[in-house]
């Protein structure tokens, strides 16, 4: 077992692109929810054991490199593949009146407190995990016509590079811990429906993911 304190750099570093030349890559491919922790055990593809124990402060990245033997010629790097994130800007919201702050705060939060929807904010920026299908976010978010914001897809690495550890956690572990109602090939239904099927409650449940869900 090999105990990973921290990380030797990035493979994108000069000096590992000189390495990664002369070395075998052993890959230590991790899953969305596993790549935020910061303690996880697990072997390459080469069947290396790897223990890893990083600062709370810091998560693993595609291509982060954490162990090179140089005896037997093999780096052993990172490899994630994050799924991508529903970016919802909200800038110039301030600018409204106090009432339509409030309205559009609370309808956003309504509509993906109804789907049940992990979400992270950072300054005026909602970031939402891939949780189904990309085609069924768009949908929803289109139905619900939220007035005064703005949408997008980014790429995970892209959204992950704008947040800290703790905030990383909650985005891309929360989407794979979030149990979601809705699988399989009806992506048109889900379309059609995701965006009213928690009205017969008769209340708002808007889900704020304020813990950390993982190591």
Known sequence: MILVEHKLGHLGDPVWKDRARQARIDPLVLEQWEAPKSRLRKASESGVELAVSLPRSEHLHDGDVLHYDAAQGFIVVARIALKEVLVIELEGLERLAPHEILRACFELGHGLGNQHWPAVIKGSTVYVPLSVDQKVMAS???THAFAHVKTRFAPG?????????????????????????????????????????????GHPHAHHHHHDPVA
Do not use: I, N, S
Request: charged residues 30%; glycine residues 6%.
């Open 140 to 142: 929803v978010m289109r």
């Open 157 to 201: 690495e892209e959204v992950a590079a704008k947040l800290d550890a703790k905030e990383v956690r909650l985005l891309f572990a929360g989407a794979d811990a979030t149990p979601h109602h809705h699988h399989g090939g009806h992506e048109a239904a889900q379309a059609r429906d995701h965006h009213d099927h928690a009205h017969d409650h």
